[in-house]
């Protein structure tokens, strides 16, 4: 069972900035064949796909947060990214950090449990 922890979660205000960062528990599945995909949610709201990064590198961004967040992965480490910048008061969500595949779209097969990002306005 893979395991994905995340942190980098917080409190900050508008305009300011976020590193998020997700740890893969396991190195035998191989890390480096699978993409990876930050999700968000807030409450009453369905659970969007933030970013995608394939496991060649291409990337992929919801329209919310082009220009301002950049996902990024450190194979060796186990390690997907998401820099958050020029954060806006309606970025506050729980962030989920996954690790999929693409068909077409990203689809997640494993989960985070998620970090709680609050921008203060």
């Known amino acids: 069972q893979v395991q994905l922890v995340e942190s980098g979660g917080g409190l900050v205000q508008a305009g300011g900035s976020l590193r998020l960062s997700c740890v893969a528990s396991r190195t035998i599945f191989s890390f480096n064949r699978h993409a990876l995909g930050w999700f968000r949610q807030t409450p009453g709201k369905q659970r969007e796909l933030v970013a995608a990064i394939t496991s060649g590198g291409s990337t992929n961004y919801a329209d919310s947060v082009k220009g301002r967040f950049t996902i990024s992965r450190d194979n060796a480490k186990n390690t997907v990214y998401l820099q958050m910048n020029s954060l806006k008061p309606t970025d506050t969500a729980v962030y989920y950090c996954?690790?999929?595949?693409?068909?077409?779209?990203?689809?997640?097969?494993?989960w985070g449990q998620g970090t709680q990002v609050t921008v203060s306005s």
């Open positions: 996954t690790l999929g595949y693409y068909t077409g779209t990203y689809s997640a097969d494993y």
